[in-house]
């Protein structure tokens, strides 16, 4: 567990995920994917069943290069943080990057905070050799960031994504540890 403070002053709480936490995750990621249109799911698009969704948080747990973080503020869930892997030999050692804020807490410095504590972590879980990520190509403040860190464009999916009647590119990033 780890308190951090935002720029606006607010004390923030990161630690990593538990199996009591599945229904707070899938409330959380149902209201944020109408917040933006940055995720690969709109508001409401996060169908998961709870029982399986907390068995998938169990599994991810016991994965040597696999973590799940949320930030919170009090009990409220502002953040996950994720990076899953594959337990396949030939492709275990890369991590797939996700992070998710809630819009009211965007600009505050968590971003930032929350990709140096994966990359940091990934650096010594002894598996992972290489992070990667998708975003959308309008992404902009998130690919400076990526970039900020060591991530460098590795491809573009053209119109991978159909958002509010128009296509748009998904950049591919990675980041060799």
């Known amino acids: 567990?780890?308190?951090?403070?935002?720029?606006?002053?607010?004390?923030?709480?990161?630690?990593?995920?538990?199996?009591?936490?599945?229904?707070?995750?899938?409330?959380?990621?149902?209201?944020v994917g109408g917040e933006?249109?940055?995720?690969?799911?709109?508001?409401?698009e996060f169908k998961r069943d709870l029982r399986e969704y907390e068995e998938y948080i169990t599994a991810t747990s016991k994965e040597q290069n696999s973590i799940m973080l949320l930030a919170l503020i009090d009990s409220e869930i502002i953040s996950i943080a994720t990076i899953n892997s594959s337990q396949k030999e030939r492709t275990k050692h890369v991590g797939t990057l996700g992070i998710v804020i809630s819009n009211k807490y965007t600009g505050l410095g968590l971003g930032k905070i929350l990709m140096n504590y994966l990359?940091?972590?990934?650096?010594?879980?002894?598996?992972?050799?290489?992070i990667s990520l998708v975003t959308n190509e309008t992404n902009t403040v998130a690919i400076e960031l990526y970039k900020k860190l060591g991530f460098e464009v590795e491809g573009l999916l053209k119109k991978d994504n159909f958002i509010s009647g128009n296509f748009s590119n998904t950049i591919i990033m990675g980041l060799l540890l």
Not at 7 to 31: C, L, S
Not at 36 to 44: M, V
């Open 1 to 31: 567990m780890l308190n951090i403070i935002l720029k606006n002053d607010i004390e923030v709480t990161i630690r990593e995920v538990t199996k009591e936490d599945a229904q707070n995750m899938i409330d959380f990621y149902n209201v």
């Open 119 to 130: 990359i940091e972590w990934a650096k010594q879980n002894g598996v992972t050799k290489k």
């Open 36 to 44: 933006t249109d940055f995720l690969s799911f709109g508001a409401n």
